[in-house]
């Protein structure tokens, strides 16, 4: 469960942290050795958590739920509540990769195509050498769950990644969490893409201006419908919000 303090977004929890807070719990987590999910959540999964009870409980019991899209920072705004950053699932993972290079973490990579997922690790062992990248699986395996699992286990993971897209990871994690060793979790999304150079991060200007998810919207015709869902998000959040009131 979450410490922090906790909005309601269409009935979504996220909290209001910032990446100076998770970068702490880090370290502090270390000596106790509870296990954290790190979850992103933005509108569209949102939408989706509303309609897929797995996500949704995925989300509500996930130790860290950051705000990882500005339409949750403009709700958060627009119904005075207390949201005032975007922490992006890219930017945590840098942070999770530094927390592991400097404690000599062992790392597992869990999704994405093949040779993404290959050359990510590669990038990865490259950026961050102090770290142990101990395995990766790319998320079109023909291994069962329990196969996973037991790979992760025996490889002594401390982190994993998982990067199979919504709700897919979310749906990963709820089923083998509990019998995994590790004790960090991320569902990255297409960081893996990213970081292996398959997919461009959107040019600054777009992240300065928060619009990095219109560039990747309008330059993937397969992300374009995401556009339309923003405002579905905005009107169902904000009608939510007047019925069920404060935060
Ligand atoms: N992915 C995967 N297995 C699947 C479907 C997707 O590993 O069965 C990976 C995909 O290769 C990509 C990541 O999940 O690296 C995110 O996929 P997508 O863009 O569909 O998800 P989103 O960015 O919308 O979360």
Redesign the pocket.
């Known amino acids: 469960m979450s410490k922090y303090k906790v909005e309601r977004i269409l009935n979504i929890p996220v909290d209001v942290m910032t990446m100076e807070d998770v970068k702490q719990d880090l370290v502090s987590n270390e000596a106790v050795g509870d296990k954290l999910t790190l979850t992103s959540v933005n509108p569209?999964?949102v939408l989706m958590a509303e309609e897929n009870d797995t996500v949704k409980t995925f989300i509500e019991n996930s130790t860290h739920r950051i705000a990882d899209g500005i339409g949750l920072v403009k709700v958060s705004g627009w119904t005075k509540g207390d949201i005032k950053e975007r922490v992006t699932g890219f930017d945590l993972m840098q942070e999770v990769l530094s927390y592991a290079d400097e404690h000599h973490k062992n790392v597992f990579l869990?999704?994405?195509?093949p040779e993404?997922?290959a050359q990510a690790a590669k990038n990865i062992e490259t950026d961050y050498p102090e770290l142990n990248l101990v395995g990766w699986i790319?998320?079109?395996t023909k291994l069962s769950d329990k196969e996973i699992v037991q790979r992760m286990n025996e490889k002594e993971a401390d982190i994993v990644f998982v990067?199979?897209?919504?709700p897919?990871?979310e749906e990963w994690l709820s089923r083998n969490m509990d019998q995994l060793t590790a004790t960090i979790f991320q569902t990255?999304?297409?960081?893996?893409?990213v970081l292996s150079g398959?997919t461009k991060r959107a040019p600054d200007i777009f992240i300065k201006l928060n619009l990095e998810w219109l560039y990747r919207s309008v330059s993937?015709p397969?992300?374009l419908y995401?556009i339309f869902q923003l405002p579905v998000f905005v009107a169902k959040s904000l009608s939510w919000h007047r019925k069920n009131g404060k935060h």
């Open positions: 569209q999964i869990y999704g994405s195509k993404v997922v790319d998320g079109y990067a199979l897209g919504s897919r990871q990255i999304g297409g960081c893996l893409d398959a993937n397969k992300r995401r």
